[in-house]
Every structure is written in C-alpha cells, then in structure tokens.
C-alpha cells in the first residue's frame, strides 16, 4: 500500500486534523512503513474466524432508566474555552 | 529510618502504625525528594499544599486508629487519571489548562483508603509511546542512566518509584505501558485482567485494551494496592462483577509443581543476548524453586504488533474525537468557520505520535479499508486469544522477557516510529487477550541497566501470578537494586 501526499490530507480532513504539505510528506512515509507492519497480518488465514471485538464477549450492561446524576453545569463550564448563559459557544454553524 | 524512600509499602505500613514516623513526615521526605531532582522530569504537577493537608488527615486518621492499611503511604498517579482540582494533561499540549471536575476512580478509591497524592507523573502524550519522549512536558530520564528513556508510556510513573521519589505509583497498559517501564526501571508492574480495575475518569487510549495498574518496588506492595484498586464500578460499562479480591492473602502458597510455560517464539530472533542470559538465570531460580518448566507455543504472538497498530489506533481515532476546543482543553487563538477552529485546535493541541495514530486509525475504519484491516485484526485477536487458552491447559502461568532490550538511549528510535513499536513484542499479546501479566526485576546487564521477567496468567488469576512473584522476590534480591545516583 502507497500513501500519497494527497491521501494524507484527505485522512487528516476525516480526521480534522490540518496538515501542512511538509508534514505531509513527512507522514506519507511514515504511515505507509506502518501500513508495511501492518500488512504482515496477511500471512495468517482466518477466513472462518469470527472478529473479537472485546477481550471478553459480555454484552453492555444495562441500567433502570432514572435519573443518577445531578445537574453539575455551572462546575463543568468553569472549563470551557467559551460559554454564555450556560452554553457553549462555537463559530456560528447556520446562518 | 534515613532511607524512607527505598522502603517498600509494606516497611511504611509498619513504620506508621509503630509511630516511627508520621504520615506528614513520610510525605515531606518524598516531596523534598521531588523537589530536589533535576534530571528525571518524572512528575508533571505537584501541590504539595494538597499532599501535606492529605497527609494531616492521615495522621488524624492514624492517631485514632481509624485509617485503612494504606492511610498515610504517600503514592503518585500517572497524569491519564483525572484528580478533582488538580491539573489533569495527560501529556499532551491539548489538555494543558485542564484541571479535572471529578476524581477517576481509581483515583477516589486510594484517597478513601487514606493514601497521600505526591503529584501527577509526566507520560508519553495520551499514553502512546514507548519512551516517554512523545510528552509535551519534556522527556523523562531513566534514573540507571540519564541518557536513557525510562520506557513508556507510564515512565514518569516507573522513574519517580525507581529513583525513591515516590514508593509507588499507578500506571495504565494498553500495550505494555506498565510493565516495558518497569522492567526498564528496575521496579515490579502490574497490568490486571480487563475489566478488573474501573477505567472511570481514566483518560482513554484504546477502550478494549486499556487497564490500569500499581507501579511498586515488589509484588507484595502491587498486592496490597490491587487489593484497593480493584472492583465493580457503575460508571465503567466494561468493569466485571467480582467478588471483593484479597490477593495479599495469596502469596505465600509454596510454588512447587507450578507449570511455567515458555514460550519458544519469545526466545529467538530480536531479542539481546543480556536480556535472555538474565531471564534465563531467573528461570533456572524459579526451576530450582520447585517450578515445573513446559514448552508451550503462541504461533500467532509474532502477529500480535501489526495487529495492534490497526486496533489501538482504531479505538484512538474515535476516544480522541472528544478534544474538540468545545467543552475544556485547548482552543485555537485564531479560526473561521467551526471545523477549521476543530482542526486548527486539534493540529496544535496534538504532538506528531498522536496525529499519527489517529490517521492510521481513521484510515483503518475509513470505506473500503475497514475489512482489510480493522475487520481483520479482530480476527487475528481472537486467534491471538485461542493460543493463550491452549497453553494454560498445559501450563499455570507464561514467562518470558518483558522487553527485548534493556532501556535504550533518547533520540535513538524517535525518528523510526516502527521500530519504536517493536518494543512492546512481548507484552501486547497479553493486552489483546485480556489477560493479566506483570513484570518483575530480574537482574542487572553487564552494564548494570535493569532487565524484566514477564508473567502472563490466566484470565481472573493475577493472585497466581502475583504469588510467583513474591515467592521469586523472597529468592532473590534483584528488586532491592537502587540505582546509585538517588540512594
């Protein structure tokens, strides 16, 4: 697998990252010896293997659907980077 | 009484419940200590006001003989955990005005058993190293040699425990990011079966695989503060239902007749010669001990890294989406719309490592990519898993070397991020299978740099694993080695 300078920026833009085109192409090569390590998993045959996504397969836990927590906003925007009358602000997303 | 900082927690324990010294005193001589050094960068933050009104409670607590086993041992927690008040980076530049609005749990359970917060331990950004030297707060030296890492991700952790700044502290290990340190630190490590410890208000790395653990001087002492450390909790969807555990009733069993598998692929080709002579003598020890020696395979191990660097990066492109410059952390100064401030905050706020791992991981799961590599990786692990289960049918517990080398020198692998990942060969396995493992002092290479023996047990048995090694330390004395410059 090739990693272009190109697929680097398109990766970072899915990743919301921003790359400038040095860095680019300083991880284009980074990433494909990482892809070439990652490649040697081919070696091995596991088409009637069944995926481990957990190291133990329990299903979530649920819980009763009622209130556990109390209202703690005033605590958790004393450290936010920009808040007003209790919300956060961010650049204007629709006009 | 002059060296409190190479006694073990047991020695303290003592100490403090005969009034040879007090907590407060205890805390002071390993915040001098912290004070003092200039050449390990191991702690990130320090309040001593807060550790020395920790320590006068503790001495409270004591003096009317209401505290637990651990009231006033000091201890230090890596910088992933998040401490109430108290500036959490977990060291990354992103989280560098970040002082957490609640206690981890880990965290909240060795404050209620009366232990004394020395300060937060420097670690490499987002626990994704093997050197320490992805933190945005600076290197950390390996207290044996200066020049060399102290390991990583938990090396503030390992170096603070080894160089006697403080007598323990907690790690977490996603690939073996307590146990590469410690072996590398001369200092025992403890990584628990998944699920065991809650990962509430633990900065996460790679959901599936993170655990944290004790960073102690001997097996005893991780007993004693796995004992606090494990246990349900609501607020982690993953934490197992158990009974409360005593692992420090378990260390005395005699070892005889224990079955020690060795696996053969751990022995060969890349690992250093001194590294294998080392664990070779420990094994000889434990032989003479009464242990039982069986070879045992785990063909699909040598598969273990690729397979990881597509998992681990996965599940970190996704937890890190969360440090977004909305909610706390680091915003950008100057930005447009909403997704340039997300990315021109994300791209300052992320040191290379970082960035690098979430672009592998994002193109893993990314169209057309994802059953090449995510989808395959998880079938590698369960493969990776089966070996494991075979061999404990021929064997109680697994040995091996925790690294292939001993600690080596800053700059020398950072320009090469795979042979970086190499390190972990021997300790990932046990993170994609869930199983808990540790590494314990094993002696010194000819040129006096420490060496681990990793012990991988079932899964549940750390009490088995933890017993071998205490029996091995009561053998031996490797684990009393202290390197000379912070005697």
Redesign the interface.
Known sequence: MTISNEDVQKIARLARLEVSENQAIKFSGELEKILHLVEKMEACDTASVEPMTHPFDAALRLREDKITETNQRDKFQTIAPATQDGLYLVPKVID | MDKLHQKTLTELQSFLRDGECSARELAEHFLQRIDADDQLNAFITVDSQRTLEQAKQADIDLNKNSGSALTGIPLAHKDIFCTDGLLTTCGSKILN???S?YDATVVSRLNTAGMVTLGKTNMDEFAMGSSNETSYYGAVSNPWKIDAVPGGSSGGSAAAVAAGLAPAATGTDTGGSIRQPAAFCGITGVKPS??RVSRYGMIAFAS??DQAGPMTRTAEDAALLLDVMCGFD?HD??SLRQDPVNFSAQLDKPIEGVKIGLPKSFFSEGLDAEVGDVVDTAIKTLEKMGAIIVDIALP?SE?A???Y??LAPAEA?SNL?RF????????AQE??????????T??EG?GDEV??R???G???L?SGYYDA?Y?????????I?NDFDLAFKQCDVILGPTTPSVAFDKNAKTD???AM?LNDTYTIPAN???LPAMSLPAGLSPQGMPIGLHIVAP?MEEGRMLNLAHQFQLNTDFHRAFPEAYV
């Open positions: 005005n970040f002082v609005p998944y699920g599936s695989l609501e969807s993953t699909t598969l890294v690729p397979c660097y597509v492109s989406s977004d410059g909305v909610r706390f952390g680091h915003r930005y447009g719309d909403l997704d340039d401030m997300y990315q021109k994300r791209s992320f960035k690098r979430i672009m592998i994002t193109y893993a990314s590599y989808s395959k990786a998880q079938k590698l692990r369960r493969l898993s090469d991020p795979v990942y994609l299978a869930g899964y």
